[in-house]
């Protein structure tokens, strides 16, 4: 900025900010995470991103989530990562020919006119569809988005429901560390050493092209990844549940998610003319097994839990509040996790400006790790929702300025320090743009709000 020459207005740094990231991120059928690290499309990535694209253009946000729709498997399952056939097969690790999705995952119904990962990601999509229809109802209903969407998340969470009940209880589980999203979470420790890591002249991690070493999970734990990766491609990626898989974990972030798309696909099926009463029924039955299986009493926090090695995973990650997004949550349970997230482990509204991947008094945490530490804008997105959804709105209302603040000052990072935000990672990250974006609109709307009743 030359000297002299006034400055905007934050929020107007941000809009502007925000728009020309998603814009530069744009492929023309949907938003890439990063140009550099992630240059194709991720799953729960383009839910988050359709929900800030939405406040600039519905229609591009609807696109967003039908193109990664229409990488769909036959069984139902949202493939992680849908390729980009114009990128450069080592651009990114694992690439399509490692997958090889529509060969190995041929007797699933993978697609065969897209190459895509074939494992998934937490399912938030039914929420984000909910939300980019209420930003437009009209012009949503003109095109028949909900109706076009509603059979593909219904069997989405089908394929959920009947092929991940691994433990038996009622909840999702996870076959893969990048599943949940939080893939180096030290959750995973456990799970992982029980992993024969691949050798490491068998894949170059192209992620380290990009980025910095001491953010990235460490090259043990990126061997035991391609290890599990590529045995459940051996497998044709079915027996989820098999003898044969080592990674099995109920993790509380994914189940919420589930949860609230549950609800939000209630939602969608009233507006189609389709029965709800199936997703009210199943958002009910997986809030009650959530709490009964990984809800901790002593921690005030919700756990994973470890199939294989049995039992819950004494570790505290912020999965374990995400459970805030869940409606019909315990207000008890609800009131203990805000009581957790305010605490010494977590920092809320004390000395951290977001919330931490990560204990901040756990053994493993680490500022700067990805997954060990560092806060994230998707889950201080969520946390915000949760909060406010629960009654804590003071809370929420400082959460949302602290997220506004470290976006625009990080340069729209992909993570950043919970202490001083820092920026972590690459910048130019879209969902941490389309989460800002969102908040200060919802913000915005609110200042609207207040004025208009003091107007009255």
């Known amino acids: 900025m030359e000297s002299g020459e006034p400055s905007q207005p934050a929020p107007m740094r941000l809009l502007h900010g925000a728009r020309r990231v998603l814009l530069e991120n744009w492929t023309g059928t949907s938003t890439v995470p990063s140009r550099g690290l992630y240059p194709h499309q991720w799953s729960w990535d383009s839910a988050f991103i359709a929900i800030g694209l939405r406040h600039l253009s519905p229609h591009r946000a609807q696109r967003e989530l039908e193109t990664l729709l229409a990488a769909q498997w036959g069984d139902g399952r949202i493939p992680h990562i849908v390729f980009n056939p114009a990128v450069p097969l080592d651009a990114y690790f694992p690439s399509p020919d490692f997958w090889r999705s529509s060969s190995a995952g041929a007797a699933l119904g993978a697609p065969t006119a897209v190459e895509t990962s074939g494992i998934v990601q937490p399912p938030v999509h039914a929420l984000a569809c909910l939300l980019v229809h209420r930003a437009d109802p009209r012009a949503s209903a003109r095109r028949g988005f909900l109706a076009r969407v509603y059979p593909r998340l219904a069997a989405w969470h089908r394929y959920l429901a009947e092929h991940r009940d691994l433990g038996g209880g009622g909840l999702v589980s996870v076959v893969h560390p990048w599943e949940p999203g939080m893939d180096n979470s030290p959750c995973w420790d456990a799970p992982l050493a029980r992993i024969a890591p691949a050798s490491p002249d068998t894949f170059h991690r192209a992620d380290l092209d990009h980025g910095a070493a001491t953010d990235r999970p460490t090259d043990l734990d990126y061997g035991r990844y391609v290890r599990l ?114 605490g010494p482990h977590f920092g809320l509204g004390g000395p951290v400006r977001l919330v931490p991947s990560y204990d901040l008094l756990g053994h493993a945490f680490d500022p700067y790790r990805y997954w060990r530490g560092p806060a994230w804008f998707n889950v201080n997105w969520l946390l915000e929702r949760g909060l406010r959804l629960h009654g804590a709105a003071d809370r929420a209302d400082a959460l949302r300025s602290a997220a506004l603040d470290a976006a625009v000052s990080s340069g729209f990072a992909e993570y950043v320090d919970p202490y001083t935000a820092e920026a972590r990672g690459t910048r130019d990250f879209s969902w941490t743009a389309a989460l800002a974006l969102d908040l200060l609109v919802a913000a915005e709307r609110e200042a609207s709000s207040v004025e208009a009743s003091r107007a009255d």
Request: hydrophobic share 45%; proline share 6%.
């Open 229 to 342: 990766a590529a045995d459940y491609r051996d497998r044709g990626y079915g027996d989820d549940g098999g003898a044969s898989s080592a990674f099995c974990v109920e993790d509380p972030g994914v189940n919420a998610l589930l949860i609230a798309s549950e609800h939000a696909l209630a939602e969608i099926a009233t507006a189609v003319g389709a029965d709800p009463t199936p997703h009210q029924s199943r958002a009910r039955r997986l809030t009650a097994a959530l709490v009964e299986r990984l809800w901790d009493p002593a921690a005030e926090l919700f756990l994973c839990r470890d199939l294989r090695g049995g039992g819950l995973i004494p570790e505290l990650s912020a999965a374990g509040l995400l459970p805030l997004i869940v409606p019909d949550l315990r207000r008890e349970v609800a009131a203990a996790l805000i009581r957790t997230a305010s």
